[in-house]
């Protein structure tokens, strides 16, 4: 008996049997429909793409996996030397794991090691934002902002080392001057917090975020498990601004295997560099640098360097803003567009209840959740099949 994700198992509606997807198509005995959602924002590149399908398979013909502890093999020096190349300023270290999740455990948990080892035992707590989603661990749980994911920790009553701030200049420098001395770190999804509602806000507030930080010496850590590749339009969200710790996951293999990585800059790195033991990261997880998710996202990044994916993805927004030009009914309270993601948020979630079926008749998996209404799409997705997917939420409130 399989336990689906999120679902009250009692309740809960039989999942679409999928028996076979191909480009942004998934397939069902019944028939096919775009994957408006690509499988929780991560196959970029849709499904069946025959340079990851045999990047993948010609790893396996290798070795699918071994550990890095006391082994390594070249996959994964290959995907830790790309990423350095590839990724912006001195963000060069990087520690792999099987999820974003666990990617972002691994983060705070670099954070507060930082301190410790430079005996700051007093920096415990992290700065996060309101309606915060970075994974559903534990830590990663407290670190995050929303009770529709986490009640389950009200059993903890009230959180002892995060504090929640909303994405205004003002309540970020009010929370400096109030806990500097006992923050390790801050850490957000930069630009657009998914989970929590698809919500968007301005760079001016990552900037002013890393002016402080640096005054104060706190650690910036930026979740791009869902910005990461394109998504915002930005390439990442780090090419803006530089964190001190970037966390990818989702698309980093192109969503063929779970699989993430925390990316550590110099600093960072040189607070663990040391001829004591007990300063080293003592984490592991069995399945890092697993090769065949390192030899797909090899595969992935080379197609997102050659194929001009930042003009695909300029694309999809420029398509997304001209259908939902003039777009308005009473019952929506706002409409949002960044990059590959366009969100509809309505003012009542009922409003929402029926369109998963709705869309699904014609020929649109969809997956609206709470409030929010949203597609976030492969890359490869062509105009007409776009316009196919935005019709279809803008049919939903034409009825
Ligand atoms: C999905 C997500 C995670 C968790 O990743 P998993 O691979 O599901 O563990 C963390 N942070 C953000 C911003 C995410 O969107």
Redesign the pocket.
């Known amino acids: 008996m399989i336990w689906y994700p999120y679902e009250q198992m009692k309740t809960m509606q039989e999942p679409y049997h999928i028996v076979d997807a191909k480009g942004v198509w998934l397939y069902t005995e019944q028939g096919r429909m775009i994957d408006s959602v690509s499988s ?2 991560s196959v970029i590149h849709g499904y069946k793409h025959p340079a990851l399908t045999e990047a993948i398979v010609r790893q396996a013909r290798q070795f699918s996996h071994v550990m890095l502890g006391g082994l390594t093999h070249e996959p994964v020096r290959r995907l830790s030397e790309k990423l350095e190349q590839w990724l912006p300023g001195d963000l060069n270290y990087c520690f792999f794991s099987d ?6 455990e691994v983060a705070l948990k670099m954070a507060l090691q930082y301190y410790v080892n430079r005996k700051e035992t007093k920096r415990t707590k992290i700065l996060s934002l309101t309606h915060a ?5 534990f830590k ?1 749980m407290e670190a995050g902002d929303d009770a529709d994911y986490h009640f389950i920790l009200e059993a903890y009553g009230e959180k002892q080392d995060v504090i929640h701030i909303p994405t205004e200049i003002a309540a970020l420098e009010d929370a400096f001057a109030r806990y500097h001395s006992s923050l390790n770190c801050m850490i957000v ?1 930069p630009l657009l917090q ?2 929590g509602g698809m919500r968007m806000y301005d760079v001016a507030f990552l900037k002013r975020a890393r002016q402080l930080c640096d005054a104060y010496d706190v650690l910036l850590i930026f ?5 990461g590749f394109g998504r915002t339009g930005n390439r990442f969200v780090a090419d803006l601004v530089l964190p001190d710790i970037l ?1 990818l ?2 698309a980093l293999t192109g969503g063929y295997i ?1 699989h ?1 990585v925390t990316v550590a800059n110099q600093k960072v790195y040189a607070g663990f560099y040391s001829d004591e033991a007990d300063r080293a990261l003592m984490h592991g997880p069995t399945f890092m640098g697993n090769a065949l998710a390192c030899s797909a996202a090899l595969a992935s990044i080379d197609l997102f360097e050659t194929e001009g994916y930042m003009d695909k993805i300029a694309k999809i927004a420029e398509i997304t803003r001209r259908e939902m030009a003039d777009f308005s009914d009473p019952r929506i309270g706002e409409v949002r567009m960044m990059g590959g993601c366009v969100c509809v948020e309505v003012k009542d979630a009922e409003t929402l209840r029926g369109y998963q079926q709705f869309a699904r008749e014609r020929g649109v998996f969809a997956r609206p959740f709470l409030k929010y209404l949203y597609a976030m799409v492969p890359y490869i997705i062509r105009e007409e099949e776009l316009v196919c997917v935005l019709d279809c939420m803008k049919d939903w409130f034409r009825r």
């Open positions: 929780w924002w999820s974003g999740s666990v990617a972002v989603y970075h994974g559903d661990t990663t999804e998914g989970a979740d791009e498990v869902a910005t966390v996951g989702k779970g993430a």
